[in-house]
């Protein structure tokens, strides 16, 4: 084939020391192991602790293994995309930030804002950077710091979410590798039922909203259970029916850590055996758009070139979306 594709050339991912277990969360809310476990298959969560830390740094340490582990010059990248909804600061775009932190003077930079699915979003427009000729090495990175605009009073909330940053290098290939194909869908009616109501344009900072906890993640579970259940196991099934795969043709699943439940439910509608999901849910916790890429590190020395994985992914807004790529190397 002549035709270009982007392929992942490298990943490496990035966790702060600092273990939230469930154990600590008995102590700061009505909740207990066995409760948090049984739903959610969550037993701790990394979260990133001290002044001025923010999705940045985790953002940055992951580029800058990713560098080194690929042996690029951080003058050789042409462009970074951070997918994040909890960035340091409005703007600038914490990609910038990174950007700046590992010394690629020749990129540019930008965030792109699609919660859960953030990582999928960024790593097609990566793909299509590739694809159009003008780029040769674009990093796309997933991070986010969810502890920041967690509410630890809320039980609801505080036991699904940790901090961490992974990231990808792609590259141009002609070979029958990289990204095959994606579905990425949207619907915007959904954004009442996961959100952050405010410090917006909309709703800006005032003492009432921060007296009435309006700057944490909301979510209406049952609602968002539903909704997630349904779309991602959806899309999921559907790239696989148009290009002609089934469960025994996928190396892996590599699904959005949100819900144990979720991911068993995905995996049962594509026809996939347990053993063939990607899961590290127990010691991360959901970590928004860092899922995916730290489940891609966390298994990288059992990925083989060829293998074909799916990703799935479904967040806030609603966002919801599937990737089919043919992983481009043997573990090294």
């Known amino acids: 084939m002549d035709k270009l594709r982007a392929m992942i050339t490298g990943i490496q991912g990035y966790v702060p020391e600092y273990r939230l277990t469930n154990k600590e969360l008995e102590k700061l809310v009505e909740t207990n192991d066995e409760w948090i476990v049984s739903r959610t298959g969550i037993k701790e969560r990394r979260i990133l602790k001290g002044e001025n830390q923010g ?47 590992v010394g690629a003077k020749n990129s540019y930079s930008f965030d792109i804002g699609a919660a859960c699915s953030g990582f999928l979003y960024a790593l097609q427009i990566g793909n299509q950077f590739i694809q159009s000729g003008t780029h040769k090495k674009v990093i796309v990175v ?36 990289g990204i095959v194909d994606s579905i990425l869908k949207s619907d915007g009616s959904g954004a009442n039922y996961l959100q952050m109501k405010a410090g917006g344009s909309r709703r800006p900072a ?52 949100a819900n144990l439940r979720i991911i068993n439910a ?16 127990e010691k991360y916790g ?16 059992q990925l083989k070139k060829g293998d074909n994985l799916i990703l799935a992914a479904f967040g806030g807004g609603f966002t919801w979306g599937s990737i089919y790529l043919k992983w481009g190397y043997d573990p090294k």
């Open 206 to 257: 005032t003492q009432e909203t921060l007296d009435a906890d309006e700057h944490y993640a909301y979510q209406e579970g049952s609602t968002v259970f539903k909704f997630a259940v349904t779309n991602m196991a959806d899309v999921s099934a559907e790239i696989m029916e148009k290009n002609g795969l089934t469960g025994d043709d996928i190396a892996w699943l590599v699904p959005h850590q």
């Open 55 to 101: 999705t940045s740094v985790m953002g940055a340490e992951a580029v800058k293994g990713l560098l080194e582990k690929t042996g690029t010059d951080p003058l050789d990248v042409d462009l970074i995309i951070c997918a994040t909804v909890t960035p340091d600061m409005p703007f600038p775009a914490t990609g910038n930030i990174i950007a700046d932190l």
């Open 142 to 177: 997933g991070a986010d710091k969810m502890s920041s605009i967690v509410n630890y009073k809320d039980r609801a909330t505080c036991i699904l979410f940790g901090d961490g940053a992974g990231a990808v290098m792609l590259e141009p290939t002609t070979e029958d590798l």
């Open 266 to 281: 995905t995996a049962n509608r594509m026809g996939i055996s347990s053993e063939k999901v990607m899961m590290n849910i």
């Open 286 to 301: 959901n970590t928004t758009a860092a899922t995916i890429p730290l489940c891609l590190w966390d298994y990288e020395s």
